[in-house]
Nanobody, 124 residues
Framework: QVQLVESGGGSVQTGGSLRLSCAASGYTADVNCMGWFRQSPGKGREGVAVISIRRGTTTYPDSGKGRFRISRDNAKNTVYLQVNSLETEDTAMYYC?????????????????WGKGTQVTVSS
């Protein structure tokens, strides 16, 4: 089993930045992909970023504006999400996910493990 714990969320003003962290523990040998997804009231789950743990390759949604960057520190079993120029529309619960897919698809259903989430609230 894999456990994921997110941290780094909080309340910020429009234009601010945050760095979210996701620490993985347990049996992670079969984890090949990790990603960040978000969900807010009245809106379904939305993929934010996906990364291959071994290769380091990343994937972002076409709707992205270059304000999000995912990275990983394999020595710490931790994945990060840097978010800049935050807007009120970015307000959501951000979840970390992990799975064993080889190609790291940008699809939440492909991931087996999920954290409990960290709240990001952006106000103007």
């Amino acid at each position: 089993q894999v456990q994921l714990v997110e941290s780094g969320g909080g309340s910020v003003q429009t234009g601010g930045s945050l760095r979210l962290s996701c620490a993985a523990s347990g049996y992670t040998a079969d984890v090949n992909c990790m990603g960040w997804f978000r969900q807010s009231p009245g809106k379904g789950r939305e993929g934010v970023a996906v990364i291959s743990i071994r290769r380091g390759t990343t994937t972002y949604p076409d709707s992205g504006k270059g304000r999000f960057r995912i990275s990983r520190d394999n020595a710490k079993n931790t994945v990060y999400l840097q978010v800049n120029s935050l807007e009120t529309e970015d307000t959501a619960m951000y979840y970390c996910a992990a799975g064993g897919s080889y190609w790291c698809p940008f699809t939440g259903s492909e991931y087996n493990y999920w954290g409990k989430g960290t709240q990001v609230t952006v106000s103007s």
